[in-house]
Structure formats: C-alpha cells, structure tokens
DNA sequence: AGCACGCCGACT
DNA sequence: GTCGGCGTGCTC
C-alpha cells in the first residue's frame, strides 16, 4: 500500500499522466485507450481490443461490414480477432484515433461475442490503473478479470444447474428409498421443464439424494439460462448486542457509507471484528446494495460462509481457487448481474465485477496472501482501496495485527483508525513468556520448562497447541565425521529428511527427491545422522514423552489426504487432553476452544533476517497464533522458546504488546528510510548461468539513470541497493539476482520506472533471462 | 506467451 | 536426401 497512500488520495495517477501524454510522440505506456467519445469521421471503423498476451500494447482492427449491424459496440464485450497465426478472444476497449499504424497493417475483427459489456466502464478504468501501477501487459490484467470459460470465448449465458427426472424413471425402482423418493415426487412436481437446483434445494431436497438419483439414471443434471432476480434480504438472526466499542465502530462507519472512506478496525482476537462487519453490512444489503468480502486463502471455510449464511437471508457466493471453471463462471455472474448480494472470495476476488458495489471488506488485511507472488504482483488489499475511492464506497481494512503501511496511513490522517480492545465474555488475555533456551536441557527439541508446562494441561483435560514452521522429519542430513550436508543439486538448500511415506531426501524449494545414501559421499562414514526437528520428527518425540496423549499433528504432509483435516479437526473439538502440533497451516483462521497453552518453538530466525519485513511478520504470527490460546473462559498462555531473550523487538512485543511493537517497528524504519517512509520496487532476474543474472541487473539499472528524465534530476531521487544476489541464489538450476529501488517520491518513481521498463522488456540482451518488475515488494526472496 | 521461420545434426 | 533441435523475431 505503500504508494497506495497517495495514489488513492491523490489525483495524480499513472493513468492522469498517461492521459497527458497520449498524442505525444512517446507511445502511450500501457496503451490507454482514447476515450470514445468523438464520432469518428467517415471511413473503415478502427478499434481497440485489449489481448491477453504479454505485451504493453492494445491492438487495432477493423470492423467488418458484416458486423455493423451490431455497432456500436458496448465497451467492455469480448470480440473474436485474428492475432498472428491464432484466433484470439479479446475485450473491446474503445473506438481508436487513426493515428499510429498504417491501415494496410490492420486487420479485420471476426465476432463480436457479447451484445453487452462484461466489464463496465469502472471496471476497466480500475485494471487500468491495476496494469499502469503494477506495469503489467494491459490484456493480461484484463483477464484475470474474467472466469476462463469467458476468457476461452465460451458464449455468456446465465448458467444454472437444474434438474429433471429422465423420460424413463420409475417411481417403483425407489420403494426401499424413502428420501430419494421424496426428492423423486418433488421433481416430478417441477417436471416441465425442470427446478433449477437452488430452488429444489430450499423446497428440502438435498443434492446427495439428486446426485443419487442421477447414479440410478433417474434424473438428470443440465444447464440452462436463468432469468436473474434480486431477492430482498431479510434478517435470519437477530445482531448480537454489541458492546460499546463494538457499536462506536458500527456507527461510524455507517456515517461513511455511499462515500470513500478507508477505515481501519484495529481489533484484539476475539474483540469481534465480524459482528462489526456483519453490522456495518446490514444497511448496505437493505439499501440493495452489494458487499465484497475478501479473506486470506486459508480463511475461506466453511464455517466463514455459514457465519453471513446465517446471518442474512440473500444470495451469496464464494469465489476461491478450487471452483470448478462452471462453478465459478456461475459465481462471476451471480456478482455481475447484481444478483448476489454478498461475494466473499479470496485474493482475486477484488476483480469481480459488481454493478451495485456499496462496501468493501478486507479482513486480515495484514495476509501475505493478498499479495500474489508470480506473474501479475497486484496487492489485492490495495486494489481494493483503490476501487473504494473510484467506487465510492468505504473499504473496511480489519486486522489484531495492522501492516505498517496501514498504521503509516492512519498517522497520516489517510485512513481513520477503530480500534476494539475488548474481548467478549471479557476472556482474559493470553500472557505471553519467554523460555531461555541458553543452558537449559532440552528433550526432542522442548525445554523442561516447556514438557513441564504442557503435563500440566493435559493433566486438566486441556489442550496444547505447538507451532513449528519446519515440515518433514529433519531439515538437515548430517555426517558427523566429516560435516557433509545432504545438500540440494539444484538449490542453494538442505535436503529435508523425511520419513513419511517411506524414508527420502525432498527439497522444500523445487520438489527434488532421492534416496538416503547409505554412506557419507565424502568420508564414506555410515553414521549419517538427521539433525534439527521438523514436525514429523517432534510428533515422534511428543509420543515418547506423552504416550497416553493423542497427538494430532497438522501440516501439509499430514493432512494432503482427504477427510484427515476434518477428523483432527473433529477430535480437536472434544473436551480432552491432546497435543495439536503443526506449521503456519495451525495458525490461522481455525478455532480450538480447548488450548490453553501455545508454544511456539522457533522464532529466531524470523527476528535476524535480511528482509526487513521480517520482524513484522514473526510478531504477527506470534500475536496471531498467541490469540490461539484460551479463547473460552480459560485463560490461555503463551510459551516461546528462543536463543536470543534479550532481543529488544521480542520484548517490547511480549511485555507491550502489537502496538507498542509496531511503533518501534515504525521508528526503525523511519531511521533507514524503508517502507512505509518510501516507495519501492523490487527488480529479479533469474538465468541459468551464474553471474549473468547480476550482470544484467547491472546493465538494466545504468539504463535507468541514463533516462533523459533522469538526467535532468539535480539528485539522484532513486536509492538503489544491490544488484545483489538473491538469498538463495540459486533456485531449482537458476541462479536468481535483485535489487530494490527506493524513492520518496511515488510519482517519480512510477515516471521513472515506466518508461524504463517498457525499454527494458525489449533489450535483446534480455533473452534468456527471466526478468520482473514487484511493485511494493512484500518479500525478497 | 504462442507460433512461425530458419539453419545445422542423426536417421531412412 | 529428410525429421527435428531450439535460437530469434513478430504479433494490430
């Protein structure tokens, strides 16, 4: 969000200047479309279609004859055209200027897909800047708009799933099946021409009994457009009372509706931050409008959905990676027509168009998830600010753990700050203490103190949850003869040891597997021992020292098969003795009424990293796995194990808490000019020669300040670290290099950076290398 | 990104 | 004599 500041709050955008410099002799940046508006002279009409291939260009065509019937086109359609040697499915941006290419180079458009637009003006006006800000290729940014049975050129038809019984059912064949018969007489009563699916199911259907009856051959499943209609909400339960800061925050946001507003709602765990938004929506959905609701990846359960399902009684849906193409299609509609009231949805859901937008969400603002890691680095929470203010409408920022760069913003006066500091059922806080691991005797990894801590509450029929961020079984196979490491041959890494399913060496980082060897490569000694603890490893240890517990161990080897998540999830929620032990997956989003005590094991690494940001995402995890514990009546405690006590970050987090953390984390980075102060850019390049990627680097970056633009600068505005080679260097057989530009200004830096990267993009010197540009770079590895 | 064209090695 | 390797160049 870093720019973000200023570029929601000003009107100083890329696209402003793009617009001034359209009829320049400089090519128009990220090929902004002229507006529309004049009526062309007579002669061929040239437009602009928008394609999703990697280039920063828009391309012109020609509308044939043929398809003049249908013009004018509505901005925001999909047309058909011809692109090389392939047919492409393009969006229709805007008439063009003649200017620029000659006329014998166009060629003619095919079809025209949609009589409407699928992408209102809005919506396009946003992925522009999206393209302009984040300097991707507009035609992909685009797409990523769009589900990808649209995206294929698949014809826009409002899709439902409705159901029929065959021309052959019997109603004899279901005489031992009471509820499938049931279903079978409620089909035959919508026999002609079939129930659409939803409905079927409000009228007590269930879709295991039509799914059973399809197996039969009974009924049958088909797709067909629907009439869309807006259902009026209605309560489906009555508002919990809120407390007082509960409902100060409620009411002030209800002052900024129908206006941007960004307003942060800075809440302890459990303080309920959802019954703040559930409130704050009310009004919204009543006056018909719609509510975007963006969550982190793992944050979309089903449980999140059951708490607005049950809430109120209108049409919402859930956009996240694992909808089948259909699903989604239908979801992406449902949003679009206006229909569905309430779209919850994971990161790429803040590009889902919706016509009576009144109030966006983002909780846990402060998820990495919401920044996308590969190709287009939009930062969705970003985004969002950015569609509130073109929108009008307010953007709930809620978080226990704010990111710097919204409390920066709140410093500013940019974003207004709520904050909940009261836990309902007044829950006590959990206190959170410091295990010095310096001479203190430890058994599979766990300090006395620790063992101790844990017997205790499973003594009370309580429960103990243990964070360690290593899967596997050990990250490290050691020679202790010689200190031979089982090393990676295509990473700068150690081979995690695992053991599960059968005993192997595996890269964390790009998949690589092989056998234990026998003997040391290098001594030939046969005592190769794995070293260091991974959670497989501590789950081995925890039975030995707690035999008669049940340990339930959560992490992405264990829980890969499916149904394994429920049933630990299950056990957890029963009023007994256990230990749930596991990495970032245990962290987040899930409720255990029954722990009382956390530990976090490794913290120290988090706290002595390169990456600046490190220290703010360590206290973040602690504070969130901390909000773990004791949320029932029980008080909850917290245990961290660490080598470095005295770390000045950790103890004012522990004995202060986040805010206090967060301000010193803001002074810090006030001292060295990082972000929030400035704005930066973080610029890879990955090949598979060593040294070439640097040398690039090197090359590139003499280009940016060669600019003319950059010239004329009495200072170098621009600080450059690196380039450097990057943390692991090299990845899977590439070696990979970065460096991070910094610059006060955002305009400047987004001046320089534009005109420099197109220039880049087309160096020959850039085959073979695989270059990026990550606008507010979140992580440098 | 695709998908051409283009110019050199091991096959019938 | 061809099939195919991926270098490089373009796409309105």
Known sequence: MTSLGQQVFTQNTAEGNAQKTKNQDQPDLLGHVAVPDETPAKGPIIIQVALPVPLFDVFSYLVPDALLAQWPFAPGCRVCVPFGKRELVGIYL?????????????????????????????????????????????????????????????????????????????????????????TFDLLKLHDEPGAPESALLLMGASKKQLQLLQEKGLAECFLQKTEHQTHPVKLAELPLIPNDEQQLAIDTIKQHLA???????????????????????????????????LVPEIGLTPQTLDRFRSRFQCEIVAM?????????????????????????????????????????????????SFKQQDTFRYHARDVALCRGHRESCPVILGSATPCLESLHLVEEGKLLSLKLTQRAGNAALAKIQLIDLKNQPREHGLARDLIDAIKQRLKKQEQVLIFLNRRGYAPVLLCPQCAWQADCPRCDAHLTVHRQPSEHLHCHHCNYQSRLPAACPSCQSTTLTPTGMGTARLEEGLKELFPDTDILRVDRDSTSRVGSWERIYERAHQEKGAILLGTQMLAKGHHFPHVTLVAILDVDGGFLNVDFRAPERTAQLIMQVAGRAGRGQKAGLVLIQTFKPENPLLQILIQQGYAAFAKTCMAERKAMLLPPYRYCALIRAETPQAEKS??????????????????????????????????????????????????????????????????VCKLPERRGVRCSIDIDAQEMS
């Not at 698949?154 to 019997?170: C, D, G, K, M, S």
């Not at 307003?263 to 409008?289: C, F, N, R």
């Not at 280009?703 to 692991?728: C, D, R």
């Open 259 to 293: 206006s941007f507003k960004g307003i942060l709602l800075d809440g302890l765990t459990g303080s309920g931050k959802t019954e703040v938004y559930l409130q704050a929506m009310q009004p919204v959905l009543e006056a018909g409008q719609q509510v975007l609701v």
């Open 94 to 182: 805007g008439q063009a200027t003649n200017d620029g290419i000659q006329p014998d180079k166009l060629k003619t458009i095919h079809t025209v897909l949609d009589d409407e637009s699928l992408l209102p003006e809005s919506m396009l006006k946003l992925l522009h800047w999206a393209a302009s800000y984040y300097h991707y290729p507009i035609g992909e940014v685009i797409s990523c708009a769009l589900p990808t049975l649209l995206r294929q050129g698949r014809p826009y038809n409002l899709l439902a799933q409705y159901w029929r019984l065959t021309a052959t059912a019997e109603r004899e064949a279901l005489k031992r099946a009471p509820k499938q018969l049931e």
């Open 694 to 759: 640097l040398q690039f680097l090197q090359h590139v970056l003499t280009l940016l300040y060669a600019q003319p633009e950059a010239k004329q600068l009495e200072k170098p505005p621009l600080e450059i670290w690196g380039p450097v080679p990057a943390p692991m260097e090299r990845r899977a057989g590439v070696f990979r290099a970065h460096a991070l530009i910094f610059c006060k200004d955002r305009r400047l830096l987004h001046h320089l950076l534009g005109h420099w990267w197109l220039q």
């Open 320 to 368: 996240h990676s694992n909808l089948t193409d259909v699903a989604r299609l239908q979801a992406w509609q449902a949003a679009q027509t206006g229909r569905a009231q309430i779209v919850i949805g994971t990161r790429s859901a803040v590009f889902t168009p919706m016509p009576k937008l009144g109030l966006i969400i983002i909780d846990e603002e402060h998820d990495v």
